[in-house]
């Protein structure tokens, strides 16, 4: 097993991160480092301290979407106007840094398989597109402010005056896919997002300590948000802040709270087969790499030349010494990261509570990375 502690140590001391909780779990065998502290106040970090989870949404997003797959309640290539009557017609830009107005019509219906590829033409590119701002403006893309975004209904109405980036299947653009995607879930299971999940996925897991929001009474386990200003840490959220009540609008695209072991038990699933929750066809659908080559081109810094499947990034080479072919799992930009690596059956987990700063990620993700790759043969 790693030697987590050792690894992780020099960052907590040298002040890069607060604390963290790294677990990494390889069949019956895990090891867990727990270090530094949960926030300012001096409270220690804990093995279930709860964390902002961010984009490591989106597998459970994903994992929810195919339970209602298999149960007939969603179709992956019906068209999801029929569920969402606001995306029928959308308006496409004529090429990704078109202006507003010059637009032209979809050529195809937006499925729920664009949504789960993100390749719906919703979200956020690595081109300067005029609908980046609208998408942080209108719909609170990329904000910490959860309490902010507005109920389902009105945000849909909003989404629908912005055209697509691109024609639905052609291009892959990041994160909004997964937003509406939470929406078509909701509507098509006719439950709140939040409650739907739980029933469905976290529930079963025995994921006790995920959701949209953290309850009163485990405010005490969770941490303090930290982002990066002038050089220095900053606090950015308060444990009584933004995930204290439900939110208006629960998001599939990085709406969750979570522990690690909660996540190990979501990782443990998927490579078990779904083990019994879920078909291993389902599992086999989201570990897949779902991309073309013109697809990843586009991505680029998001991908950084890997596959996505449904919910996560696809390792599709070793360009990386922590790159494992078939590797399913996502990063955080709250500084968390949750994969599985099918080949050595293993779940490796690192969470965080300092924001990344960009695209790369943080040197201690890295680090825990390099100290979690897999032996070579």
């Known amino acids: ?79 999801v106007g029929v569920l969402l009557p606001e995306l029928a017609e959308p308006r496409v830009l004529r090429t990704p840094t078109s202006a507003l107005g010059d637009t032209v019509a979809c050529s195809r219906p937006i499925t729920a398989r664009h949504l789960l590829t993100c390749t719906s033409g919703h979200g956020f590119a690595t081109v300067e597109s005029p609908v980046v701002p609208l998408l942080v403006e209108r719909l609170g893309q990329a904000s910490r402010d959860v309490g902010g975004v507005p109920a389902p209904d009105e945000w849909m109405r909003r989404l629908a005056d912005i055209p697509l980036i691109h024609q639905p299947g052609e291009g892959w653009t990041y994160n909004a896919s997964y937003d509406v995607l939470g929406v078509l879930l909701a509507r098509a299971g006719g439950q709140d997002l939040a409650d739907l999940m739980a029933e469905r996925l976290l529930g079963p897991l025995g994921m006790v300590d995920s959701g949209f929001h953290v309850p009163a009474v485990k405010r005490d386990r969770f941490t303090t948000l930290f982002g990066h200003r002038d050089g220095r840490l900053t606090v950015t959220d308060e444990p009584d802040g933004a995930f204290a009540a439900p939110p208006a609008f629960a998001s599939g695209a990085g709406g969750i709270v979570t522990t690690a072991d909660d996540l190990v038990a979501f ?8 083990d019994g929750l879920l078909q291993p066809m389902s599992v086999r659908r989201m570990m897949t790499d779902h991309t073309t080559a013109q697809q990843r081109e586009m991505a680029g810094f998001f991908l950084d030349g890997q596959g ?29 990261a949750a994969y599985v690596d099918p080949q050595h059956a293993t779940v490796s987990v690192v969470l965080t509570q300092v924001e990344l700063g960009g695209p790369e990620p943080a040197g201690v993700l890295e680090a825990f990375w390099r100290e979690t790759a897999a032996p070579e043969a």
Do not use: C, H
């Not at 949404?57 to 339970?67: D, Y």
């Open 1 to 79: 097993m790693a030697d987590l502690d050792a690894a992780l140590r020099p960052y907590v001391v040298s002040g890069a991160v607060p604390g963290l909780v790294a677990l990494v779990a390889r069949g019956d065998e895990a090891e867990v480092a727990v270090l530094g502290q949960q926030g300012p106040d001096g409270a220690p970090m804990r093995r279930d301290s709860i964390f902002r989870g961010a984009s490591i949404t989106k597998p459970l997003t994903a994992a929810l979407a195919m339970l209602l797959v298999e149960d007939g309640l969603l179709d992956l290539d019906a068209a």
């Open 267 to 274: 990782g443990r699933m998927l490579l078990a087969g779904g």
């Open 308 to 336: 996505w499947g449904f919910g996560g990034g696809v390792d599709t080479s070793v360009r990386q010494p922590w790159n494992v072919v078939g590797r399913y799992g996502w990063v955080g930009g709250t500084g968390t």
